[in-house]
T-cell receptor
């Protein structure tokens, strides 16, 4: 069974703080890892992708990948109230000659003004 | 441009109705996906199309019938649905259905079965 695990939260941080979101996955062979943001009633929006071990930074967002530990994280610096949303970790799993993109249950982030 | 367009945005249908959801992308992507999302749950994969061929069916009931008429279009035909099928139906596309490409979602169709 291919699984992606996240803490459901809510994770509550004050405005301006760093929010740290974590994700683990079950398949050691997975190659592609994504973070999506989903506001209530809206569709998921891709915010970060990461494919190799280490850190990847894009503006206030940093994705971190550790394949040996099967662990992905997302850091949001200088958190803003507008960052309040559910953050979905997604991982690709190979199935025969095709791939599935499987989502974790999501972590709800609340940024307090 | 990372736009995936879904129509309609909202749909109410009776249990004996037949309806279709439509998804369109013009990014040249060759993989397209249907997901179902219930309230406060993550998106759940239903179907994957790769190069217009069905490559993954996640044991979805036959009352949901996907169709990929060409590389830009993806349909989901609905027939004899149950109230528990009410959900947000999301279409996504990616450059190819390999393990290394990003998937972009449409805005979804909110389906209510009465």
């Amino acid at each position: 069974q291919k699984e992606v695990e996240q803490n459901s939260g809510p994770l509550s941080v004050p405005e301006g703080a760093i929010a740290s979101l974590n994700c683990t996955y079950s398949d050691r062979g997975s190659q592609s890892f994504f973070w999506y943001r989903q506001y209530s009633g809206k569709s998921p929006e891709l915010i970060m992708s990461i494919y190799s071990n280490g850190d990847k930074e894009d503006g206030r967002f940093t994705a971190q990948l550790n394949k040996a530990s099967q662990y992905v994280s997302l850091l949001i610096r200088d958190s803003q109230p507008s960052d309040s949303a559910t953050y979905l970790c997604a991982v690709t799993f190979r199935v025969d000659s095709s791939y599935k993109l499987i989502f974790g249950s999501g972590t709800r982030l609340l940024v307090r003004p | 441009d990372t736009e995936v367009t879904q129509t309609p945005k909202h749909l109410v249908m009776g249990m004996t109705n037949k309806k279709s959801l439509k998804c369109e992308q013009h990014m040249g992507h060759r993989a397209m996906y249907w997901y179902k999302q219930k309230a406060k749950k993550p998106p759940e994969l239903m179907f994957v199309y790769s190069y217009e061929k069905l490559s993954i069916n996640e044991s979805v009931p036959s009352r949901f019938s996907p169709e990929c008429p060409n590389s830009s279009l993806l349909n989901l035909h609905l027939h004899a649905l149950q109230p528990e099928d009410s959900a947000l139906y999301l279409c996504a596309s990616s450059r190819v259905a390999t393990g290394v490409t990003e998937a972009f979602f449409g805005q979804g169709t909110r389906l209510t079965v009465v």
